[in-house]
């Protein structure tokens, strides 16, 4: 992979926080020259410190940012894309390749503001931080092989990157594994939360809900079997599983409710490409 990213060329973040201080992490750790890389920011990064401190170059606005990056991610809020896209006119090229990892925001949208050029819109997630990330990406049809393939490095380098061939399933992508990360955090939540009602001590049960959620998921990366057979191989009959499978999979259970959740987020997505 660090091969992948010498041939990356400058590259500029714009938005340093969550998810684009995630990623540029990701980039670092998989050999990315921190010489390539700039980040304009005007709240400066906070969590970028150390990064800064690597070599990074750190911006506070367009004019302190040197022209020609050959890749611009745009990692800021949905919200501030149609100000901040303009102020980034005058520092592209005519092919400089715009990845946007802001949820909601269409290509037509970013085209609109920067005009007719190449951009791949990417959904990646925070796992990244600790390259178990995963990111579905779509590329417009200006984007070339060469150009694919360094978007596909820059992303791949937290993890894996599925490529989507309509860009309205991006937003299901937002919906199961963007967002995906808080519904495992609050899964932990809920899981020391009913130990604590169980009788355990609330640090003990954090604890156990933790490792728990860790382990598992880290199960299901290395073993080769589906979740179906590893929840089957938990469970055994009239056993304890079994109790509270009966009540997670009724059919007002766990399934239903996170469909509706999944779907709430990517409902949530189209809304704001339409905003
Ligand atoms: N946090 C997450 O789990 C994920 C976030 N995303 C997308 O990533 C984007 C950023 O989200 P977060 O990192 O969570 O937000 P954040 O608030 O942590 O980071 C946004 C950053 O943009 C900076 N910023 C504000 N105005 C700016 C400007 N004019 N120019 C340059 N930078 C500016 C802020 O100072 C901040 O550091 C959003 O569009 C979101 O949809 C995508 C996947 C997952
Ligand atoms: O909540 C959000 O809008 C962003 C996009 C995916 C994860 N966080």
Do not use: C
Request: proline fraction near 7%; charge should be negative; glycine fraction near 10%.
């Amino acid at each position: 992979m660090a091969g992948a990213l010498e041939t990356a060329g400058r590259v500029l973040l714009v938005g340093g926080g969550n998810m684009g201080g995630a990623m540029l992490r990701g980039w670092l750790e998989a050999g990315l020259d921190p010489a390539a890389v700039a980040v304009l920011d005007p709240n400066g990064a906070p969590l970028l410190a150390d990064i800064v401190s690597r070599g990074v170059r750190l911006a506070a606005a367009p004019a302190e940012v040197e022209r020609g990056a050959d890749t611009v991610i745009l990692a800021v809020k949905p919200q501030v894309m149609e100000a901040v896209l303009p102020t980034l006119l005058p520092l592209l090229a005519d092919d400089t390749l715009i990845v946007s990892v802001a949820a909601g925001r269409t290509v037509a949208s970013i085209e609109a503001a920067l005009g007719e050029r190449p951009v791949v819109r990417a959904m990646p997630n925070t796992p990244a931080l600790v390259n178990r990330g995963i990111t579905g990406a779509y590329p417009n049809a200006r984007v070339t092989g060469p150009m694919r393939a360094r978007a596909q490095a820059l992303l791949e380098s937290s993890g894996p990157v599925e490529w989507v061939e309509r860009e309205a399933l991006i937003d299901a992508v937002t919906g199961v594994s963007g967002s995906g990360p808080a519904y495992v955090f609050l899964l932990a939540e809920a899981l020391a939360e009913a130990g604590v009602a169980a009788g355990l001590d609330p640090a003990l049960a954090m604890r156990l809900a933790r490792h728990t959620v860790a382990g598992a998921g880290e199960l299901m990366i290395r073993s080769g079997d589906e979740p179906a057979q590893l929840r089957r191989n938990v469970t055994s009959p009239n056993g304890t599983t079994q109790a509270a499978l009966e009540i997670l999979m009724a059919d007002d259970g766990f399934g239903p409710l996170l469909r509706r959740a999944v779907l709430a987020a990517r409902d949530r997505a189209e809304a704001l490409s339409r905003a």
